[in-house]
């Protein structure tokens, strides 16, 4: 019930393509979602992240998809760039504050 | 204003001996949470500290770790007589509020045992 499964494990996509990353998971009491970028040898930053009573948020080219009843979200990453290329964790927290994470996705942008 | 700080960026161990790895969190952070990452797979939660009290350590592995967040200084994850499968990047985050407040990672450290 902590799990959080995110697919694909890995992704190509064209510049200026849409990326897109899904997680699900299944604890009800999860409350937060955020979304981490990691270059290599860095620790994971955060993207963008939210709340179960939105539906949608978008930063920039950035955008969480909600789905409560589903209980699945998912990145979108419009207009794909190079610099876009890292590997990216989706989260959830149960108010307990600590994040459960999904297994990764390493993105790849070709030029 | 410094971010999170972690030291050493890489520790090298042999069997059998201990491994300590300091985190200073960011300026007015007063939680430190730290997290275990093994090649290829996502962060795993160890244990959610404040100022000198253990506030969940449900991921910390029953034997050989602890950690501690003192009233001065940085917080320390100590591993004793690491083993082979100790090896991982070990990464530390810290915030004001706890995590809807900003929850800043650190670059980690990552330690190879041989």
């Known amino acids: 019930q902590q799990q959080v499964k995110q697919s694909p494990q890995s992704l190509i996509v064209q510049k200026g393509g849409i990326s897109i990353i899904n997680c699900a998971y299944e604890n009800t009491a999860f409350d937060y979602f955020p979304w981490y970028q990691q270059f290599p040898g860095k620790g994971p930053a955060l993207l963008i992240a939210i709340r179960p009573d939105v539906s949608e948020k978008k930063e920039g080219r950035f955008t969480i998809s909600f789905n409560k009843s589903a209980k699945q979200f998912s990145l979108h990453i419009m207009d794909s760039q190079p610099g876009d290329s890292a590997t990216y964790f989706c989260?959830?927290?149960?108010?307990?504050?600590?994040?459960?994470f999904g297994q990764g996705t390493r993105l790849t942008i070709n030029p | 204003n410094a971010g999170v700080m972690q030291n050493p960026r890489h520790l090298v161990r042999r069997r059998g001996q201990e491994a300590r790895l300091r985190c200073s969190p960011m300026?007015?952070?007063?939680?430190v949470y730290w997290y275990r990452q093994l090649p290829e797979e996502g962060l795993k939660f160890m244990v959610y500290l404040q100022k000198e009290n253990i506030i969940d350590e449900s991921g910390m592995p029953k034997e050989r770790f602890s950690a501690e967040f003192p009233k001065e200084g940085p917080s320390i994850l100590r591993i004793q007589q690491v083993v082979r499968g100790d090896s991982a990047a070990y990464f530390c985050a810290s915030s004001v509020w706890g995590r809807r407040h900003g929850y800043t990672f650190g670059s980690g450290t990552r330690l190879t045992v041989v």
């Open positions: 989260a959830a927290s149960p108010r307990a504050q600590k994040l459960v």
């Open positions: 300026k007015g952070h007063s939680h």
